[in-house]
Protein backbone atom coordinates (compact mmCIF):
# COMPACT_ATOMS: atom_id res chain seq x y z
CA UNK A 1 0.00 0.00 0.00
CA UNK A 2 2.85 1.98 0.65
CA UNK A 3 4.26 1.69 -2.53
CA UNK A 4 1.05 3.01 -3.91
CA UNK A 5 0.88 5.61 -2.29
CA UNK A 6 4.23 7.24 -3.64
CA UNK A 7 3.68 5.66 -7.04
CA UNK A 8 0.19 8.11 -7.16
CA UNK A 9 2.06 10.86 -5.46
CA UNK A 10 5.00 10.60 -8.17
CA UNK A 11 1.93 10.52 -11.41
CA UNK A 12 0.02 13.82 -9.84
CA UNK A 13 3.18 15.79 -9.33
CA UNK A 14 4.83 14.96 -12.81
CA UNK A 15 1.31 16.18 -14.27
CA UNK A 16 1.06 19.20 -12.25
CA UNK A 17 4.74 20.11 -13.40
CA UNK A 18 3.84 19.87 -17.17
CA UNK A 19 4.66 22.64 -19.44
CA UNK A 20 2.83 23.72 -22.37
CA UNK A 21 5.25 24.25 -25.58
CA UNK A 22 2.37 25.33 -27.78
CA UNK A 23 0.89 28.51 -25.93
CA UNK A 24 1.07 30.51 -29.13
CA UNK A 25 -0.06 28.04 -31.28
CA UNK A 26 -3.45 27.79 -28.67
CA UNK A 27 -3.83 31.41 -28.62
CA UNK A 28 -4.12 31.25 -32.65
CA UNK A 29 -6.64 28.83 -32.21
CA UNK A 30 -9.02 29.52 -29.42
CA UNK A 31 -12.28 30.75 -30.37
CA UNK A 32 -13.24 34.10 -31.02
CA UNK A 33 -15.67 34.67 -27.73
CA UNK A 34 -12.52 33.27 -25.83
CA UNK A 35 -10.43 36.05 -27.55
CA UNK A 36 -13.03 38.61 -26.13
CA UNK A 37 -12.55 37.49 -22.54
CA UNK A 38 -9.08 37.77 -22.82
CA UNK A 39 -9.59 41.26 -23.93
CA UNK A 40 -11.85 41.90 -21.34
CA UNK A 41 -9.30 40.39 -18.89
CA UNK A 42 -7.26 43.10 -19.95
CA UNK A 43 -9.31 46.03 -19.34
CA UNK A 44 -11.04 48.27 -17.51
CA UNK A 45 -15.04 48.59 -17.21
CA UNK A 46 -16.92 51.16 -15.83
CA UNK A 47 -21.09 51.12 -15.93
CA UNK A 48 -22.10 47.84 -17.26
CA UNK A 49 -19.86 45.31 -18.44
CA UNK A 50 -19.73 44.48 -21.82
CA UNK A 51 -17.78 43.10 -24.82
CA UNK A 52 -16.17 44.85 -27.60
CA UNK A 53 -17.57 42.13 -29.54
CA UNK A 54 -19.20 43.58 -33.00
CA UNK A 55 -17.98 47.19 -32.28
CA UNK A 56 -18.08 49.38 -34.76
CA UNK A 57 -14.87 51.56 -35.62
CA UNK A 58 -14.75 55.19 -35.72
CA UNK A 59 -15.49 55.46 -39.82
CA UNK A 60 -18.61 53.57 -38.94
CA UNK A 61 -19.82 55.11 -36.62
CA UNK A 62 -19.48 58.57 -38.34
CA UNK A 63 -21.44 56.86 -41.03
CA UNK A 64 -24.29 55.86 -39.02
CA UNK A 65 -24.50 59.35 -37.70
CA UNK A 66 -24.49 61.18 -40.64
CA UNK A 67 -27.06 59.26 -41.67
CA UNK A 68 -29.89 59.97 -39.13
CA UNK A 69 -31.84 62.37 -37.62
CA UNK A 70 -32.17 64.56 -34.76
CA UNK A 71 -35.32 62.61 -33.92
CA UNK A 72 -34.08 58.82 -34.49
CA UNK A 73 -31.83 57.35 -31.42
CA UNK A 74 -30.17 54.50 -32.81
CA UNK A 75 -28.56 51.34 -29.99
CA UNK A 76 -25.15 50.99 -30.72
CA UNK A 77 -21.60 50.02 -29.53
CA UNK A 78 -18.36 51.55 -30.90
CA UNK A 79 -14.74 51.97 -30.35
CA UNK A 80 -12.66 55.36 -30.63
CA UNK A 81 -10.19 57.43 -29.29
CA UNK A 82 -10.66 59.52 -26.21
CA UNK A 83 -10.24 63.76 -27.21
CA UNK A 84 -10.90 64.80 -23.61
CA UNK A 85 -12.41 64.19 -20.47
CA UNK A 86 -14.56 66.00 -18.13
CA UNK A 87 -11.72 67.25 -15.59
CA UNK A 88 -13.69 66.91 -12.61
CA UNK A 89 -15.26 64.40 -12.19
CA UNK A 90 -15.02 62.29 -15.47
CA UNK A 91 -18.63 62.22 -16.08
CA UNK A 92 -18.32 62.99 -20.01
CA UNK A 93 -16.07 62.65 -22.51
CA UNK A 94 -15.62 63.52 -26.36
CA UNK A 95 -14.83 60.63 -28.98
CA UNK A 96 -12.88 61.21 -32.49
CA UNK A 97 -14.82 60.52 -35.04
CA UNK A 98 -12.36 61.33 -37.33
CA UNK A 99 -12.70 64.13 -40.29
CA UNK A 100 -12.45 66.67 -37.07
CA UNK A 101 -16.00 65.10 -35.98
CA UNK A 102 -16.72 64.28 -32.65
CA UNK A 103 -19.26 62.70 -30.52
CA UNK A 104 -19.72 64.09 -26.79
CA UNK A 105 -20.60 60.84 -24.69
CA UNK A 106 -22.54 61.06 -21.07
CA UNK A 107 -22.85 58.50 -19.12
CA UNK A 108 -26.31 56.75 -18.50
CA UNK A 109 -28.74 58.33 -15.76
CA UNK A 110 -25.38 59.90 -14.54
CA UNK A 111 -24.56 56.46 -13.04
CA UNK A 112 -20.42 56.57 -13.55
CA UNK A 113 -17.58 58.18 -14.14
CA UNK A 114 -14.62 57.54 -15.98
CA UNK A 115 -10.90 58.32 -15.18
CA UNK A 116 -9.94 62.05 -15.82
CA UNK A 117 -6.60 61.04 -16.92
CA UNK A 118 -7.70 58.85 -20.23
CA UNK A 119 -7.50 60.77 -23.33
CA UNK A 120 -5.66 59.30 -26.08
CA UNK A 121 -6.61 56.42 -24.88
CA UNK A 122 -9.49 53.70 -26.66
CA UNK A 123 -12.43 53.23 -25.71
CA UNK A 124 -15.45 50.84 -26.18
CA UNK A 125 -18.94 52.22 -25.73
CA UNK A 126 -21.86 50.52 -25.75
CA UNK A 127 -25.54 52.84 -25.16
CA UNK A 128 -27.56 55.16 -27.47
CA UNK A 129 -26.42 57.34 -30.60
CA UNK A 130 -28.69 60.41 -31.91
CA UNK A 131 -27.96 63.87 -33.26
CA UNK A 132 -29.06 66.84 -31.62
CA UNK A 133 -29.78 70.17 -32.86
CA UNK A 134 -27.88 72.44 -30.63
CA UNK A 135 -29.93 75.94 -30.61
CA UNK A 136 -28.03 79.40 -31.50
CA UNK A 137 -29.16 81.12 -27.93
CA UNK A 138 -27.56 77.37 -26.48
CA UNK A 139 -24.06 77.75 -28.83
CA UNK A 140 -23.92 81.60 -27.78
CA UNK A 141 -24.64 80.39 -23.78
CA UNK A 142 -21.51 78.29 -24.30
CA UNK A 143 -19.87 80.77 -25.92
CA UNK A 144 -20.00 83.54 -23.45
CA UNK A 145 -19.41 80.30 -20.67
CA UNK A 146 -15.92 79.91 -22.24
CA UNK A 147 -15.02 83.66 -22.69
CA UNK A 148 -15.46 84.39 -25.96
CA UNK A 149 -15.34 87.83 -26.94
CA UNK A 150 -18.86 89.16 -28.36
CA UNK A 151 -17.53 89.60 -31.97
CA UNK A 152 -17.21 85.93 -31.79
CA UNK A 153 -20.67 84.97 -30.16
CA UNK A 154 -22.73 87.60 -32.65
CA UNK A 155 -21.10 85.08 -35.38
CA UNK A 156 -22.93 82.03 -34.23
CA UNK A 157 -26.38 82.62 -36.63
CA UNK A 158 -26.88 78.78 -37.30
CA UNK A 159 -28.33 75.64 -34.64
CA UNK A 160 -25.47 73.27 -35.25
CA UNK A 161 -25.66 69.31 -35.52
CA UNK A 162 -23.99 67.79 -32.41
CA UNK A 163 -23.72 64.04 -32.38
CA UNK A 164 -24.35 63.12 -28.75
CA UNK A 165 -24.01 59.24 -27.41
CA UNK A 166 -25.40 58.07 -23.61
CA UNK A 167 -23.60 55.42 -22.47
CA UNK A 168 -24.58 52.44 -20.15
CA UNK A 169 -21.03 50.46 -20.45
CA UNK A 170 -17.68 51.43 -21.59
CA UNK A 171 -14.35 49.66 -21.28
CA UNK A 172 -11.12 51.22 -21.02
CA UNK A 173 -8.38 49.43 -23.50
CA UNK A 174 -5.07 48.51 -21.74
Known amino acids: MKSFNILLVVLLVSMACKTDKNKASDIESISEESKTTLVAEKSSF ?3 EITDKNAKKTAEMSSLYH ?7 IATKF ?8 PSKG ?5 DLGNGEEAMVKFKDYGFFVPKDIA ?6 NGLAFVEEMTVDEQQ ?7 KSKEEIAQITLPK ?7 DGVILKN
Open 46 to 48: FGM
Open 67 to 73: SIAPADT
Open 79 to 86: TGKVLAVC
Open 91 to 95: CWMRL
Open 120 to 125: GKEVVV
Open 141 to 147: HYAEDAG
Open 161 to 167: KTYRFDA
